[in-house]
């Protein structure tokens, strides 16, 4: 599929994001916006010396959501000192993060960094953690979706 239909299927997919409830808090949510968060910058790592570097979109999706990240990340760290106490939870989630990382150090399973670069577009525009706790479940996925075939 051509990045045009791309852009045009996903700007469908996001307004279909649009009518998912305004409040997502969830330890399975924060999970979710934390490995959103890791998989674009790994593969946006991965994908800056193709013609799809998409650093410059996944720069504008943390700006925009630093917010839902940075809560998401919080609320991850306070659920690992519950269980491991607090002088240990921040060791814990870097260990979880870069297993997270390690995931996606050889790509995405099933996206080009064509797709990807469409994905981060669209994601640096969407509204509230609850579109990306939608858009994770689709994306995050071991193989493509058909409510997000356009990545394909």
Not at 117 to 128: D, I, M, P, T
């Amino acid at each position: 599929m051509g990045i045009a239909k791309g852009f045009a299927a996903a700007a469908a997919v996001f307004g279909m994001l649009a009518s998912v409830p305004a409040s997502a808090g969830s330890i399975e949510d924060a999970e979710k916006l934390r490995r959103l968060d890791i998989m674009l910058m790994v593969t946006g790592l991965r994908c800056r010396t193709t013609p799809y570097n998409f650093q410059a979109d996944y720069g504008r999706f943390t700006t925009k959501h630093i917010a839902a990240l940075n809560a998401a990340s919080r609320q991850l760290q306070s659920q690992l000192a519950a269980r491991v106490g607090p002088d240990k939870a921040a060791r814990a989630l870097d260990k979880i993060s870069t297993g997270m990382a390690n995931t996606y150090g050889q790509g995405h399973p099933w996206l080009s960094c064509a797709e990807l670069k469409v994905a981060a577009r669209s994601l640096a525009q969407a509204e509230g953690p609850a579109v990306l706790a939608e858009a994770a479940d689709q994306l995050l996925a071991r193989s493509g979706s058909a409510r997000f075939a356009w990545a394909r």
